[in-house]
């Protein structure tokens, strides 16, 4: 099967929306959002943690809330200056400030706070870590059929949800579709959403993206919520095929193609999914699927969805086909390192004319999440651990941020040191990696991916200086199972059963997830604490661990794995993990035997 990752990325044209959208500018007072008595957050309130990303008229930033209910939590703050906002665009940051405050749904991005100062717009909304969608899917993972149609199903619920407010969200493109921690979508950027209208209602400005257009968009019709659909069936192909259904060799080109030309159907397609591109690509919006009166529902009830129980999807309880390799909370491996290398800086905002502070009142608004009944400000339910910011760049230096202690361990390849992170005074251990000798990568992206796990060691920090990466980990201070036994000359039978128990379900849990650690024994095995109790164990050094790749060198999804792989890569991958299992057997002997 082809995938994104066999074609190139594709340059999508952006189209503005025509100044007429101007009129529709007046003052919009939006007060009611926010609870009486709910303290309003303003600047002061967020630490810059690191630059996200930059536009033509402001910045996102990651940063931390300083100030309770929710003090060390972390968000995605959207500065915009009033004074570079073109009167349009004033409109679509309050449509999206409006939109973003009437939705909460699992696959929507969610609005924290709203607030304004004289020069700039400010939105906290959910920080999202595992990056776009089709950038990690197309850079990493071979995907299939299955795999699809979970982000589709997810895209549905959401685009169903905005629907049944009214809300047409037009610019539907991989860009606005974040993955999450755990893998599962969520919608953002809604600057270009349309508000107010219901099943009767059109609107007929030109915006978007021009390759994701629907024809009533292009020609100018007029609009309604079935335009998302045609949206939602370029993004459906795009992720079976990897490339665009209609794309000419310029925007006059691409858009008489979305208009006339006849839609070539790839025929390694199912018959189910080539059944509902068709449904979804008609030319007439009141003929396309998801336009009657029963919307979304016709899309959910399509044959292409019938292994889909949509209760337990919206109930986030059916388990992503791919995990993003994100560890710590403020962890922005996915973000651009053009951005995430520059120093957090929220300039002052030019004061803008004097009537746009009052074009904005309202503006402010506090989730009612945040506050108790009575509005007052709820404790937060889960503070922050002490962690290590994430860093990643050559031009860091680790001396910077840490002060070396002794050595704990020499290996082959690298050498494992205590650390003292500078800032919280936390000790940690650092390996460092000799680059020349071993290429680190695998082990860096395994940690990544899961370190969370509670018994697999914990990546809190990595540094790239050119000629060695230093990968800082949680201190283990209980030492190696190995010294363990050696003191103890030999384990009961009890004690053994707990530890094999308690190692033998991690390494369950790499198998499944395609990893194989290749060099599991009593040495890489240690306590996170002198407790000794077998939960504190941690498996370490994943240097030999192997992910399961396919021949271009893409990670496959499990389904991707029982469907499509080679019988000769199985076997080895069965042989890998047979290694696995005769260490839990010399792992068991040695402890019972010493």
């Given amino acids: 099967m082809q995938t994104p990752a066999d074609f190139p990325r594709v340059e999508r044209d952006l189209v503005p929306c025509p100044r007429k959208d101007e009129g529709v500018l007046k003052e919009i007072s939006i007060t009611h959002h926010v609870k009486a008595g709910s303290e309003k957050a303003d600047p002061s309130h967020f630490e810059l943690l690191k630059v996200l990303g930059q536009g033509s008229f402001g910045k996102v930033f990651l940063v931390r809330k300083v100030t309770r209910p929710d003090s060390g939590h972390l968000y995605a703050m959207k500065v915009l200056k009033k004074a570079t906002l073109k009167v349009r665009d004033r409109v679509r940051t309050k449509m999206e400030r409006d939109i973003l405050a009437d939705v909460n749904h699992p696959f929507v991005v969610k609005l924290h706070y709203a607030f304004q100062t004289e020069g700039k717009l400010y939105l906290i909304l959910d920080f999202l870590r595992g990056g776009d969608l089709f950038t990690r899917l197309s850079k990493e993972v071979m995907f299939t059929e299955e795999d699809v149609k979970f982000y589709l199903a997810e895209l549905a619920l959401g685009l169903d949800h905005l629907h049944s407010l009214g809300i047409i969200y037009r610019d539907l493109k991989p860009e606005n579709i974040l993955l999450d921690e755990e893998g599962h979508i969520k919608l953002t950027d809604f600057g270009l959403s349309k508000e107010a209208i219901d099943h009767e209602k059109k609107a007929y400005s030109f915006c978007g993206t021009v390759e994701y257009m629907a024809p009533e968009v292009v020609n100018r019709q007029g609009h309604s919520h079935s335009a998302d659909w045609w949206s939602y069936g370029v993004l459906m192909f795009e992720m079976l095929t990897g490339s665009l259904p209609f794309q000419g060799k ?170 003292v992170h500078k800032a919280t005074n936390m ?21 990544l991916r899961y370190g969370q796990h509670p018994n697999i060691i914990t990546l809190k920090d990595v540094y790239d200086d050119g000629k060695h990466v230093y990968l800082v980990t949680e201190l283990m201070r209980g030492g190696e199972l190995l010294d363990k036994i050696l003191r103890q000359k030999f384990f009961s039978e009890r004690e053994a059963s707990f530890v094999l128990h308690t190692i033998g379900k991690t390494v369950e849990y790499l198998h499944s997830q395609g990893v194989v650690h290749r060099d599991l024994k009593p040495s890489n095995i240690l306590y996170v604490d002198e407790s000794g109790n077998p939960e504190c164990l941690r498996i370490c050094d994943f240097g030999f661990a192997k992910q399961l790749r396919a021949e271009n060198g893409l990670l496959m999804t499990p389904c991707y794995t029982a469907n499509f792989v080679a019988p000769e890569v199985l076997k080895r991958q069965g042989y890998d993990e047979g290694c696995d299992i005769w260490s839990l057997g010399i792992l068991l002997y040695t402890m019972l035997a010493g």
């Fill in 250 to 419: 310029d925007r006059k080109e691409t858009m008489t193609l979305i208009l006339k030309a006849k839609l070539g159907m790839p025929q390694f397609l199912s018959t189910e999914a080539q059944s509902l591109l068709r449904a979804l690509f008609k030319r007439n919006p009141a003929n396309r699927l998801g336009s009657g009166p029963d919307g979304a529902e016709e899309i959910k009830r399509h044959v292409f969805y019938s292994t889909i129980d949509w209760n337990k999807l919206y109930r986030r309880e059916i388990k992503p086909p791919f995990k993003p390799a994100v560890a710590q909370p403020d962890d922005t491996f996915y973000f651009d390192t053009e951005f995430t290398s520059r120093t957090p800086k929220d300039s002052p905002g030019i004061p803008p004319s004097a009537g746009a502070h009052q074009l904005f009142r309202g503006f402010s608004f506090v989730a009612t999440g945040l506050m108790e009944d009575d509005g007052k400000p709820r404790a937060p339910q889960a503070p922050l651990h002490s962690v290590v910011q994430q860093l990643h760049g050559k031009n860091l230096v680790f001396s910077d941020g840490y002060v070396v202690k002794e050595t704990i361990g020499v290996g082959s390849y690298s050498e494992c040191k205590r650390c």
């Fill in 427 to 447: 000790e940690y251990a650092v390996k460092v990696i000799d680059k020349s000798k071993r290429d680190p990568s695998e082990e860096i992206e395994i940690l």
